[in-house]
């Protein structure tokens, strides 16, 4: 799967690349599958998570389906 995206138009950073590795994948033609995982709870230091990250997965989904090539 991943020889078959141009990883070099990748435009998300942070976590939200993955959203775009999986809607290329699924664009492609490739099964999706979710395993479950189980996080536990920080017990020190603090979330990398910020706002733009936030806005970027949200926004990003949205620009990403309006305007995708296929």
Do not use: C, H
Request: glycine share 8%; no cysteine; hydrophobic share 45%.
């Amino acid at each position: 799967m991943l020889e078959a995206i141009n990883l070099d138009e990748i435009t998300f950073v942070g976590y939200a690349f993955q959203i775009e590795l999986k809607y290329r994948a699924w664009k492609l033609g490739f099964k999706i599958k979710e395993v479950p995982i189980t996080f536990i709870d920080r017990t020190e230091g603090i979330s990398k998570m910020s706002k733009g990250i936030v806005k970027e997965a949200m926004y990003g989904v949205w620009k990403m389906r309006r305007f995708s090539k296929n």
